[in-house]
């Protein structure tokens, strides 16, 4: 005969995981809220953000246009001034008088290059072709007895070796030729009117005899001293 066992039944929960305690959990629901920002606190950020970059584009923007604005007000105030300028009437060929061809103008202070001259150069000779309608420059002008060449001379343009202090056209000088291997100086020509200088080229009028003593001679810098 067959017997059945049966396991008594038991009435006691299945065993679960352990639940916190209600203090426990508070206390971390209270860390969570203190730690991560809320929708509102991060509108709030954002906004303020977006204001201070508004704010600082503003700022810059204000600064361009007034930049502008003072560029603009000075170029208008250089075209509403005026100043006197020497301007060709006639064709002036190089070499020509200047003084009877030019009258004085006046111009809006834009337009009128640095160096224009102010006033009508009497004894003035054109260096180059001077047109009409030009406003005349200083450097495009000479005295009447610069450059000329006096009877029984030849230009000549030597480098020289090193600044040429107190040479300007007109003046009077020796020229003198350097050996360096013994220390020793010569003179190659003397008493020679300076017809021009640019930067270390000098250009001299010198006697006709002497044009191969030193066109030998300026194959090397040379000095001069001023005489007079």
Do not use: Y
């Not at 954002?46 to 600064?63: D, K, Q």
Request: with cysteine; net charge positive; charged share 20%.
């Amino acid at each position: 005969m067959l017997s059945m066992q049966t396991r008594p039944r038991s009435d006691a929960p299945a065993a679960s995981l352990p639940v916190e305690s209600t203090p426990r959990r508070k206390r971390r629901r209270a860390l969570r809220v203190i730690w991560t920002p809320s929708l509102l606190r991060r509108i709030v950020r954002h906004r303020g953000a977006r204001i201070v970059a508004c704010l600082v584009a503003a700022l810059l923007s204000l600064s361009a246009v007034a930049g502008e604005r003072a560029a603009l007000q000075a170029e208008r105030e250089s075209w509403e001034a005026t100043v006197v300028a020497v301007e060709v009437v006639r064709f002036v060929p190089a070499g020509g008088e200047v003084g009877r061809a030019v009258r004085l103008v006046e111009r809006p202070a834009a337009v009128v290059p640095d160096g224009a001259l102010v006033a009508i150069p009497l004894d003035g000779l054109a260096a180059v072709d001077l047109v009409p309608g030009e406003l005349v420059l200083a450097q495009r002008v000479r005295d009447a007895g610069e450059g000329q060449l006096p009877a029984g001379t030849v230009a000549i343009t030597i480098e020289l070796d090193g600044e040429a202090a107190l040479v300007a056209p007109g003046a009077l000088v020796d020229v003198w030729a350097t050996d360096a291997a013994n220390f020793s100086s010569r003179r190659v020509v003397q008493a020679a009117l300076v017809l021009q200088l640019d930067d270390r080229d000098l250009t001299i009028a010198i006697p006709e005899g002497a044009a191969g003593t030193v066109a030998v001679a300026s194959l090397r810098p040379l000095t001069v001293t001023v005489v007079r």
